[in-house]
């Protein structure tokens, strides 16, 4: 059994208020919490965009556990359990994704680390009722309870999708994403740099931790007989991938994997901008593996070209794999890298 988080060990101190409830629990999970709740609720869901964490507990939750963008269910709940994630619209994201789920004066509970935003508990709950009680501080993190009392509308996908547009080559591309998505507002630094330096690609072509999308949909535009496969843990990433390359009028096959564990035989080329930040820390783990076992899924002679802060340490990760490394654009804050298989 994975430790506890100091959210969740907090919230263990506060059982009675999950007794004979029907529980829907979602946000950001991180441990086997889910599972100590079992025995004191009369019915329990889980809800995750996370497909690590689904990998992880889909074998003891079962059913109980749902993976996706959007909860898929008619059950009704008189308890939800929001674990705060890093970013607050997602929050708002999953709030009025779980509302229309809940039965009158249902309980609405929030819990968070104290550094990571559960303090705005309040402005939070806001739309769903009177101001919530804060049921207890303990390990640095906070257990805040409302009540749902006021009538909430249907849940619409739609409404939460930001828009905006950039230009590549003289050429308009449409981004579309989720709240809490990776270059969800704006074209970044790192990924602009990335698609300036893009070497000639055909073939099967993967792009890992996909995020919105926005490099696929580029590389499709440029290089119409590139076979993209989009993969990301996040399935609010994945959704708003598929929007995106739809937006363009380009294909791609979308689909989770937790680094390589559902990606199958090698590729051309393998194009990231790979994530190093999870929840309040900053964490490299996934990335180190990505990057130790790309060699192995690189057909030989095809080549890896990431991007990446300059500060980040990754060039002797791919000295070790590759043996060559090209810098091929460094602007002093991000760097692109480019590596071949021998």
């Not at 007794?19 to 329990?44: F, I, M």
């Not at 308890?79 to 705060?84: C, M, N």
């Not at 791609?252 to 901008?273: K, Q, W």
């Not at 990335?287 to 990446?308: M, N, R, W, Y």
């Amino acid at each position: 059994m994975s430790r506890l988080s100091n959210v969740s060990e907090m919230l263990l101190r506060n059982l009675e208020l999950f007794a004979g409830k029907r529980l829907l629990v979602c946000g950001l999970l991180e441990d086997s919490l889910p599972q100590l709740l079992l025995a004191h609720v009369e019915q329990l869901t889980v809800f995750t965009t996370d497909y690590a964490y689904y990998r992880q507990y889909s074998a003891t939750l079962g059913g109980r556990l749902q993976f996706g963008h959007c909860l898929e269910s008619d059950v009704q709940h008189d308890a939800l359990l929001l674990l705060l994630p890093k970013a607050k619209q997602e929050a708002q994201y999953l709030l009025a994704m779980c509302a229309p789920k809940l039965l009158p004066n249902a309980d609405l509970l929030l819990a968070g680390d104290n550094r990571g935003g559960i303090n705005g508990a309040d402005k939070l709950l806001a739309p769903y009722g009177n101001k919530p009680l804060k049921r207890d501080s303990a390990r640095r993190a906070s257990l805040y309870h409302g009540v749902l009392e006021r009538d909430v509308p249907p849940f619409t996908l739609q409404q939460w999708v930001g828009h905006y547009q950039y230009e590549l080559g003289g050429e308009v591309l449409h981004v579309h994403a989720l709240p809490g998505v990776f270059s969800a507002a704006e074209l970044d630094q790192g990924s602009r740099l990335l698609i300036d330096h893009l070497p000639s690609l055909t073939g099967r072509t993967l792009d890992f931790g996909c995020g919105a999308g926005v490099l696929s949909a580029a590389i499709a535009k440029r290089y119409p007989n590139v076979n993209m496969e989009l993969v990301d843990i996040n399935a609010l990433a994945l959704e708003s991938s598929r929007l995106t390359l739809a937006a363009n009028g380009v294909k791609g096959e979308v689909y989770p994997s937790d680094v390589y564990s559902d990606i199958s035989g090698p590729f051309a080329h393998i194009i990231s901008n790979p994530p190093f930040h999870a929840g309040l820390n900053t964490f490299y783990a996934a990335t180190e593996q990505f990057l130790d076992a790309a060699p192995a899924h690189l057909v030989k002679g095809g080549d890896l070209t990431i991007v990446a802060n300059a500060f980040l340490r990754y060039q002797p990760i791919l000295e070790r794999g590759f043996g060559r490394v090209e810098t091929v654009a460094d602007d002093r804050k991000f760097r692109v890298y480019r590596c071949r298989r021998q």
